[in-house]
């Protein structure tokens, strides 16, 4: 007979490594602090936000939703919240970039990178249609005349020979 676990030994197996990956996990029972966390980034290498950080006993996120839970319970506005993080830890906190200074080209340069895009789609095209037209030149209209000609004597023979 092989030495096999019982039933009752792996179910103690998962109920204890349950409570060790728990164990280090700050709860987010609290909505104020989820959204809170959602608006702040993890640094742990991750780039997700403090809720969202999937790392299990993450060296950031946890000691900041720790953090966010203490100053929702202390009664700071949002904007105290926000004001503390960005003096702790800087503007790089922040999932959205303030609209201000440096940070401004953050909100600007995708607009004005497809806008000059399309501002040099335009001009090439532009550019094109110019060399098409002149490598065309002036049509030879004694040449078309001269072919068009022709065409229509064969055109009149051929309906004359169909009656």
């Known amino acids: 007979m092989r030495n096999r676990p ?3 030994s792996k179910l103690l197996l998962a109920l204890a490594l349950t ?3 728990l164990q280090g996990t700050v709860p987010l029972t609290n909505e104020r602090v989820r959204r809170l966390g959602d ?3 993890c640094k742990c290498g991750c780039y997700a936000s403090i809720t969202g950080c999937n790392m299990i006993n993450c060296h950031f996120s946890d000691p900041v939703r720790t953090q966010l839970l203490a100053m929702v319970e202390q009664g700071k506005s949002d904007d105290q919240i926000f004001a503390e993080m960005v003096r702790v830890y800087g503007k790089e906190i922040m999932m ?3 609209a201000e200074g440096f940070y401004l080209l953050s ?3 995708p607009f004005a990178g497809l806008a000059a895009g399309l501002g040099l789609v335009y ?3 532009q550019s094109w249609r110019r ?4 490598a065309a030149g002036p049509p030879d209209e004694a040449v078309e005349s001269a072919e068009l000609a022709r065409y229509k004597d064969r055109i009149e023979k051929d309906l004359d020979d169909l009656e």
């Open 96 to 98: 959205k970039p303030p």
């Open 6 to 8: 019982s039933l009752r």
């Open 123 to 125: 001009l090439l095209l």
């Open 39 to 41: 608006m702040l980034q």
């Open 131 to 134: 060399k098409a037209a002149t």
């Open 107 to 109: 909100w600007v340069m």
């Open 19 to 21: 409570a060790a990956l």
